[in-house]
């Protein structure tokens, strides 16, 4: 064979790579990639206490990823090291704020408080393949004092929002539609008389895209919804092989939030976008996102020069360069439960590899209906069986140990 013809069957077997869920490979990625997403999680539940900075948590929560995956993955591919590292930049976002809070050194908002509401956001890729999480808790007096749990409005809203994400998670299964899931997640919501937040999306990822075409809206807009702008989302079927981030926000409120005063401090480079920017600063940032954050959503914290990062945003947001994610608020007042976990199709059908169990401080005297009542059940029998065999297992090998 000739050196051409090397060169056309090098390149025929690398565009024949496969990148879904039938590579053992590429599984095995998601999964370490799903055991520092808790593990991150698990250390920022830890953290959330009276006196702790926003700033302090997010950096805490960067630390932990980077450290993780600083021991995987580290032999060379076609000589080329493995990416991998944040996938979606660590948020914690306080009370009336729902999501997207990553703020910069400079204009840190002040220490949690006990009772305080906090929502955690995050995600971490190896080699492109992405897990996603958020949690909601309440922070406690100290480390060995947990919340009383006496906020039933709070509560309710809670159990809701975990609920929702379980039984959604459960739905998206080969076969079933977007509409299958959106109806599931308006069930749980109206059984417990709260509002899904109408901004919020589930969606599919694949490698290196965080946002697939394939999305889940939390509630079918109405016609003054649709008169107003808001689109619908296209029906899509779920297939065995893919990924999706399930991710429900509940509120107490009307779900119709809005941007506040925070400064958006997160992005993602818009790839099928060019534009010749005119300004230094623009043309830096936009520079420092193509080497640094290509395809993933990034936060400005992460550049050196924060004062050219603010100015040279703008510029780049403007000509649609970089897509904004804003943080976005309810009302004050308003209690809001965000809840997000990562959910692998597989051939033994779906499984939920991120996301922490829900604080158990979280309470509520409604209970589900009956639909949900049984998947809920269904849900807590499997993972029954599971830990028990899982315990056998470590019983076994302890024994021949």
């Known amino acids: ?17 496969i990148t879904d869920l039938s590579n053992s490979d590429v599984c095995t990625k998601y999964q370490e990639a799903s055991k520092i997403v808790n593990l991150a999680l698990q250390g920022l539940v830890q953290q959330c206490l009276p006196g702790a900075k926003v700033i302090d948590l997010c950096q805490f929560g960067t630390t932990v990823i ?3 995956v600083a021991k995987l993955y580290n032999k060379k591919v076609n000589g080329q090291p493995v990416e991998k590292g944040v996938a979606f930049p660590v948020c914690i976002s306080v009370n009336d704020i729902v999501c997207n809070h990553s703020p910069l050194a400079s204009e840190e908002l002040e220490p949690l408080k006990e009772g305080d509401i906090v929502k955690i956001d995050l995600g971490c890729h190896i080699d492109g393949y992405i897990s996603v ?42 076969g079933a539609t977007n509409a299958d899931v959106t109806k599931a997640v308006e069930r749980v919501a109206s059984n417990y008389g709260v509002s899904p937040i ?13 946002d697939g075409v394939k999305e889940v809206a939390l509630k079918e807009p109405t016609a003054d919804e649709l008169e107003e702008g808001e689109e619908k989302v296209p029906e899509c079927t779920f297939e065995q092989g893919e990924v999706y981030a399930v991710d429900v926000a509940l509120s107490t409120g009307d779900g119709k939030v809005r941007p506040g005063t925070l400064r958006t ?23 420092e996102v193509d080497k640094k954050f290509p395809t993933l959503p990034f936060t400005l914290r992460h550049f050196e020069e924060e004062t050219q990062a603010k100015m040279g945003v703008q510029e780049c947001v403007a000509h649609g360069l970089l897509t904004p994610y804003p943080c976005l608020h309810e009302k004050a007042g308003e209690k809001v439960a965000h809840f997000k976990c990562t959910v692998l199709l ?21 209970t589900p209906d009956e639909e949900t009542g049984k998947v809920l059940a269904a849900i807590a029998e499997k993972a029954a069986k599971k830990a028990k065999k899982k315990a056998a297992k470590k019983k076994k090998k302890k024994a021949s140990s």
Do not use: C, W
């Not at 509560?155 to 929002?161: H, I, P, Y």
């Not at 401090?265 to 520079?287: G, I």
């Open 346 to 366: 597989l051939p033994s059908g779906t499984s939920r590899v991120t996301g922490l169990d829900m604080p158990e401080y979280f309470k509520t005297d409604k």
């Open 265 to 287: 401090t997160v992005f993602k480079r818009n790839v099928e976008t060019s534009y010749k920017l005119k300004m230094k600063a623009s043309r830096y940032v936009l520079s």
């Open 66 to 68: 980077d450290a993780s």
């Open 133 to 174: 999480a958020a949690h909601t808790l309440v922070v406690p007096a100290g480390p060995d004092s947990p919340p009383a749990g006496d906020d039933e409005v709070l509560g309710n809203v809670a159990v809701a929002g975990y609920n929702a994400m379980l039984v959604a998670a459960d739905a998206i299964k080969a």
């Open 1 to 17: 064979m000739s050196s051409d013809e090397e060169s056309v069957g090098s390149n025929a077997s690398e565009e024949e790579e």
């Open 198 to 210: 109408s901004t919020v999306r589930m969606h599919q990822m694949k490698r290196f895209v965080i």
